[in-house]
């Protein structure tokens, strides 16, 4: 039971140390933002703590999904990649029985958790549409979710693990189609980046999803644009499939074009101007300094905030949001790269930050903690804080015992769907019985 209990800190050697950082960094940033937007007074009902929720403007805790959907992308495209260059082809079976019994199991065990917590919170006052989410937890079932208005969502953080699965049903048939049908390979995944990103500009640029529109920023309290901006630009496949896609490039370019992509990276001085670029860019979008100028400096960050846009300013806002995305998808790549690949890069310190033992069981516990980390930050911000207030008046002690509290019972439960749900039924794939079946 020890030894079990400690493969939570034990690195299989199939794993890749920079994409556990990588996975574990990207966790880290989704807990940080949820803590201070879960702080809005709309889920603690006490506005002393509203003004905390707006410190989400220092920096894009949104773009962890895309870093998540890169390291996706890159897995599973390097699974489908080598099965068929060792076979010709691809066992759909396989593929859709392991994805399977890798995801599913914890997930539908969140879902019956959430679905007690709210017919706990149905019987409260102040609980707004509960019962509409209820009727809709079908949805996650099925991984359509991301189809509905997100304030409507049965478990609304999980829309990406539906634009995620959405996304495995159709990459395998992508995958055998460019390989047995396409010629230039690397332009099809140009032109697919490129798409992602025209979409995108159409997306927001029909709508109108600019300047004080563009997740209601500039009214205080603004839910119709924030919600419009959600489910028509943030949670939907056809819109965020760039990040998958720049992954599955990167495996492609490992397995299939790899003299060419090892060469690259010996060639030190270009390589690290490279690596510079995509670090600036990386912090340049993290940061919302693509927005500067339509932004204002306030006390918690940056702010969009541009009421009045002439047409070229609408262009050039619906540019930047067409694009950043994707630009900060291919800075996670390249940085992965570079410290798999160029010699300069495997002795770096971010190789080595990435790739430390303190990140590899935040990493192997990343899946469960997505899952819960809303189910125990909701009721312990909204119960806790008024009680916290009865012994202090500093709102900023009542947050930092409300992160530490809720980020311990988080990964208290994370620690027990891994061991007893995860682990399991991974190892399950493992069996004879499952290789039988799956053939």
Not at 96 to 114: A, D, E, G, W
Not at 178 to 187: A, D, E, I, P, V
């Amino acid at each position: 039971m020890k030894s079990y209990f400690f493969s939570i800190y034990k690195r299989p050697s199939f794993h890749v140390p920079v994409i556990d950082g990588i996975r574990a960094v990207s966790v880290l940033l989704v807990l940080i933002g949820h803590i201070f937007h879960f702080h809005s007074s709309l889920f603690t009902l006490r506005e002393e703590t509203d003004f905390l929720s707006k410190f989400f403007d220092f920096f894009r805790a949104d773009l962890a999904v895309d870093m998540f959907f890169v390291i996706s992308g890159f897995l599973i495209g390097t699974i489908l990649f080598k099965e068929y260059k060792k076979t010709s082809k691809i066992s759909y079976k396989t593929f859709f029985l392991k994805r399977f019994f890798r995801l599913m199991p914890v997930y539908y065990f969140s879902l019956f958790l959430t679905w007690l917590l709210y017919n706990i919170a149905s019987s409260e006052e102040g609980v707004l549409e509960i019962s509409l989410m209820m009727n809709n937890y079908w949805y996650n079932v099925f991984y359509i979710n991301n189809f509905l208005e997100v304030n409507v969502q049965f478990m609304g953080w999980c829309w990406s693990l539906a634009v995620e699965e959405q996304f495995y049903f159709v990459i395998p048939f992508f995958i055998v189609f460019l390989l047995r049908r396409l010629k230039g390979k690397t332009s099809v995944f140009v032109i697919l980046l490129i798409l992602s990103s025209v979409i995108r500009f159409f997306v927001v640029y029909q709508n109108n999803l600019v300047g004080d529109n563009f997740w209601g920023g500039g009214l205080e309290g603004d839910l119709y644009y924030w919600r419009k901006t959600f489910s028509l630009l943030y949670d939907n496949l056809y819109t965020r499939f760039g990040s998958l896609f720049v992954g599955v490039f990167a495996s492609f370019l490992t397995l299939y074009k790899k003299e060419q992509t090892l060469s690259f990276f010996k060639e030190n001085r270009f390589v690290k101007k490279v690596f510079y670029v995509s670090v600036l860019v990386f912090v340049f979008v993290f940061l919302k300094l693509d927005y500067l100028y339509f932004s204002e400096f306030t006390f918690h960050g940056l702010k969009v905030s541009y009421p009045f846009l002439s047409k070229i300013e609408k262009i050039y806002f619906s540019f930047i949001v067409s694009v950043s995305r994707n630009l900060f998808s291919l800075s996670v790549m390249y940085l992965i790269l570079y410290c798999l690949y160029n010699p300069d890069g495997i002795k770096s310190r971010l190789n080595r930050f990435l790739s430390s033992r303190f990140l590899f069981p935040v990493a192997q516990l990343s899946y469960s903690t997505y899952l819960i980390h809303p189910l125990v930050m909701l009721p312990v911000f909204r119960y806790s804080t008024p009680f916290l207030f009865e012994y202090f008046t500093n709102v900023y002690v009542v947050f930092f015992i409300n992160a530490l509290f809720s980020t311990f019972i988080i990964y208290l439960f994370s620690v027990l769907l891994y061991l007893f749900i995860e682990k399991p039924f991974m190892e399950m794939r493992r069996s004879s019985l499952f290789k039988k079946f799956g053939r």
